[in-house]
């Protein structure tokens, strides 16, 4: 069974930045592709950011030149550096494994951390 741990979000202003981290608990992290998602209230889960083992990465259109999914193989980590922040990003954000590079498909597994919250205030 995998964990993931989400921590770093909190309430920012428009066009400022937050950085987000996940641990996951896989004894074989350096092989597996991730993925950031996030829910916003009233609308399904979404893909934000997809970064294969080989630290390809892909983003969806909403987040394309403002977030940059990155990992950290020798702490399980991944982040998520959130810049230029609108409204429309507030959500819960999730990282969980990605079954492709594909941004428009969901998570690979069903097992959720707790998420963190992002707020974004004008």
């Known amino acids: 069974q995998v964990q993931f741990v989400e921590s770093g979000g909190g309430l920012v202003q428009a066009g400022e930045s937050l950085s987000l981290s996940c641990v996951a608990s896989?004894?074989?992290?350096?092989?597996?592709?991730f993925g950031w998602y996030r829910q916003a209230p009233g609308k399904q889960r979404e893909t934000v950011a997809v970064?294969?083992?080989?630290?390809?990465?892909n983003y969806a259109d909403s987040v394309k030149g403002r977030f940059t999914i990155s990992r950290d193989n020798a702490k399980n980590r991944v982040d998520l550096q959130m810049n230029s922040l609108r409204l429309e990003d507030t959500a819960v954000y999730y990282c969980?494994?990605?079954?492709?590079?594909?941004?428009?498909?969901?998570?690979?597994?069903?097992?959720w951390g707790q998420g963190t919250q992002v707020t974004v205030s004008s």
């Open positions: 970064i294969n083992w080989d630290g390809i990465t």
């Open positions: 896989v004894t074989t992290f350096r092989l597996i592709r």
């Open positions: 969980n494994i990605a079954p492709s590079m594909d941004v428009t498909r969901g998570a690979a597994t069903a097992y």
